[in-house]
């Protein structure tokens, strides 16, 4: 608690902290409503999100075993570990037998928890931290600040020193070149990288499939360049099916960053497969218990359904005051207030739960019903309990227990305080200073006198004037709630898929069939691209578009990469401009693509280009995430290693949440809408 | 004609403090037709114990309240939205392993109504013209959030006024009971910013449901030296007074 009180005291005095907090505190705050408004019905989805989770924490063993054994079925290697320590070691000797010495990782708060990076390190083991924010703060040495905006603390003056020091970048505010230095920077370490570890944002049960939601594009790099992947989870992060995934991605991406749907959402479903052009030959996940199970068997169990969103960080008025670090523990503002002393221990962290006005805007904002104020409030408890909190409360709340304890007392302490506050200082009526513990309100608020007489004492005469009582007519008249703006979807799914892509950023193109080989060859000639990286698969005449491609001298590269050794080829790739791939389905809720991995299906056609051209037919949109994921998307999972949802461009707003395009991913993705034949 | 008989659950606040807004209370209840009661044994909810995690203490209290508020089995009306949402959430979560207490608790959480939630949405009630200009709103958080209780008391003040009456963004002041205290510089910081919005509003007078966020603003605008003054809802309503006390 000490310590915890100095870390605020540093944070509100730190102007250039308070600077961050502030710029960032409209854009954090607004993320939330208008992308929730966008679902026809927010509240149900919310409803329906809240019953998936707690029907998996409540039923986790046997999803656990449905997953674990799909994940053997998927040729996913899986591993358990008990504690922090256990995870680390099962890591580093995974690293240490595949001779890796260099790893990149995608952000993941778990590895994080488990401070993998010094594990790591002191392994002699190279890591790379690939989301802009986690790069910013590992060059800074500083543990993330937030759970989804890890550099939510700094300002872009702070960032330009950061990579001024570091990356020996000149001096500049612009968020778009830094964003520029820091994906040169980190394109080399992912071309190098013998192996790439990530988080994980859904396991889910029935078909062993680990979903990423991410939107810079470094997770996909992180997930599909490197010949290992090592996926690490906590095992409470699972939803028993696809058709429950996909309500969660609905609510996970709004909540989380504002965006109907995150640029990359990632399923994967096993290691690259026979055929497959690329991806990681082996895929591995940790799961990591780390005390998550022993928490549902506490008052705090509720917390297992935590999405680490972060929303509830968004809307919380005492961490827009002092940040995250604050909270001296990587989970910080509500949720971690919550979590961090239910995993580990009320003695080491139960003095966070004090640090709240038990407002509730954590629990209005929290999209899987979380109820924070109660569990702050058991936190509390427990620590009370403990006999934790300082002397002057308890001595204090035993005092006011045994004044309220009859009214007759309570009169008589009343007139006792009212004594004693005749002695304060006072200026209007209202006391200027109060002893300890009372002089931190003083400190900048004046503090009302006692009334005499009270309320008590005035009631007699209240109810002998009172006029005889007029009667009412009881009618039912209550406020007409508000009616939401309408949100139905309307319009053709064709329509309907256009206007979201290109609200997410996307650029389309409509055409025949005839005319795409022309205004593919057209969209190249104006960037000037000379090279193409492109999927090679047969079908919907994609084999006579390359053959045009080619005769108009356009030089095709379809990626192959080696199983084993040489990464040279990999550099290569990277050099070509222009990725060209063909979307197998649209999603018309969000506008998004839908990649699979598989033979001639290259994922770095979609992945190291910063241009990507995707060619979609009319007849494969399809209305929403739901319909098509539990069905037609099961399909593909079931015979592929991976299946992309692109949503526009890669981005990352890490730097003061100012929206940039263009991180690790393609910075321009052109829709090719090719037309029903009539 | 029916007369709605309820009985008055005052909090110890207002009984001890601003005993102003009390007076305020009966006398618009009264107006509104309810045939009001006054509980003597009745002090504090004890939700000061419950949020600093003394539950034995305020166990203890919480079954002292309803034993007092099972003398006549009559709506029961708090003038503050925070100790109705003690009274509606925090008694049955006290007591959610003791199934007893928590049927009593259940029970008379289900006839707890915070003072304009009853007005509007039990009695239908519109109060009368009143000259009150100047106003900003402040939605207490245990009213808007803890109750839901948001639309009734901006309905009761827009027909008072005769036009909406503006609000401050929904915003905890930073009061948070034994929080002021024990946290007092990150309370004072949220407190700040609160200031600034009742500052820019161009406001004289801030209206809440609450007098625990009333104290804390008005101690902050009387310490800045502002000569904005808070008000309860029920003084807006009764015409009278123009500070809480």
Redesign the interface.
Known sequence: MTAFRAH??RA?ADPALQQALDRNAERRRAAWGPAFASLTDAAAVRRRATEIRRRTIDELDPQLQAFIQQLGTNGVVVHRAATASDACRIIVELLRDHGAQRVVKAKSMVTEEITLNRALTAAGIEVVESDLGEFIVQLRGEPPAHITAPAIHLRREDVARTFEAHLGMTYTTEVEAMTAAARRALRSKFLEAQAGISGVNFGVAETGTLCLVTNEGNGRMVTTLPRLHIAVMGVERLVPTLADLSVMLDVLSRAGTGQQRTSYVTLLQGPRAEGDPDGPSERHVVLVDNGRLALRDSPLAESLACIRCGACLNAC??YQ??GGHAYGSIYPGPIGSVVSPGLWGTAAFGHLA????????C??ACPVGIDLP?LL?R???????DRR??AW??SG??L??F?????GR?RAG?RA?GAASLLTPK??G?IRRLPP??S??T?????????R????D??SD??AK??A???????????S??TPPSTTAHGSPRERFTSAAREAGCEIVECTSAGLPDEIIGALGEVGAQDLLTWKSEGRGWGSLLRRLEGDGIRLLTPALPRQGDRATLAGYAAVPVGLTGAVAGLADAGTLVLPAGPGRSQLASLLPPIHLAVLHESEIYDSLESWLPNDGLRWLSTQSAVVLITGPSRTADIEMTLTVGVHGPRRVVVFLVERDR | MIVMRADLFVTCLIDAFFPEVGESVVRVLQRAGVDLGFPAGQTCCGQPLFNTGYRDLARAQARRTLAVLEERRIPVIVPSGSCASMIRHGYPELFREAPEDLARAKEVAGRTFEFSEFLVEVLGWEPPRCPATGLVYHASCHLQRGLGVDAAPRLLLEQCCGAPVPALDSECCGFGGAFAAEHADISSAMLARRLEQIQASGAGRVVANDVGCLMHLEGGLRRAGSSVRCLHLAQVLDGRGDRLR
């Open positions: 605020v005291r509100l008025p005492v005051e002092i004090t640090a709240s006005t038990l407002c509730g805007a629990r209005d109660t409030l936190v509390r408890a427990e620590r009370a309990a909190p300082p409360l308890r709340m035993r006011l227990a004044a309220i304890g009859s009214s309570f009343l305080a200026r209007d209202w513990p009372l931190g309100w400190g900048t608020r004046d503090f009302p006198p006692l009334a007489p009270p309320f008590r005035r009631w209240l109810a009172a006029d009582p007029e009667g009412i007519s009881l009618r039912a008249r209550r406020p709630p508000e």
